[in-house]
């Protein structure tokens, strides 16, 4: 199959499109990845729970934050990623675009119910429920079934290619939910709180907490990394099966 | 350091169930979303003629 030919710098970008390029690369880097996630995640939570002070309004409640907004962040940014793959597959017709969303949906998906569920767990204590329908809410609700419906959708079809395209326009409508999220609790009044951190203004929580917090973002963003590119592999020996260059790679 | 002791630190200041819920759930996934990625790999693997 030939692909058509993209040249940005000197370096054709294409080939790193090819599975066989692919495999052997993100092989080598999966143990680094999953070391990184490891070490941050270890680090994370010995700031987390022995640096990072009681909170003087939740107590020790809010310590469900080092998990619950990493997983959320990771939960909308997966998404992103996967709509991005899904539309490159779908404009260049790259099959491992395609194959990067699909490893991509399982982890968005347990990210996005890790969100939710310690959102629960968290809103008992402060909130006194442990679930409302307010707009922040429920938009996250909406992300877990794109997420399980993207993947019903290609397990639904038998014919990879087809599968392929179906996914990547389901993924791509429902990337309208993120700013939705996002925005949710500007938009609407909602029982869940504004953000913490944000990029434009300075940050409302203490450094230490602050600090914990992003380490564990960063552990959680390694692992996805690591996840993703694992099951991509699996992917590819499952869908090249009887190719060639496939037969003495591990 | 918020801990005087252990049992101090596992009674997260009565917030227990909340946080080591929350703990225990996300690590369990993890653990389980690992053991699938190895089983399906091998599977993979196995499968090639």
Redesign the interface.
Known sequence: MSQPTLIIGSINWFRYASPQTFYPLAGAMIPWFAWAAAVLCGAGLAVG???A??DHQQ???Y??IF??VP?AWMSMFIYVVMAFWAGVGLVFNTRLSHMMATALA??GA?FT??AL??GS??G??TWGTWWVWDARLTSELILLFLYFGFMALQAAIDEPRRADRAGAVLALVGVVNIPIIYYSVKWWNTLHQGASVSLTSASTMATTMLTGMLLMALAAWM?SVA?AL??A??II??RE??ADW??GA? | MSWASWSDFVAMGGYALYVWGSYAVTAGLIAVEVVMLRIRRRNALGDRP
Do not use: C
Request: glycine share 6%; no cysteine; net charge positive.
């Open positions: 729970f022995f640096v002070p009681t107590g020790e409640a310590r469900i998990i619950h997983a399982p982890t347990l119910f890790v569920w310690t767990l968290w008992k204590p692992y996840a694992h099951r592999r699996s020996l499952e099966r009887g496939l037969t591990r």
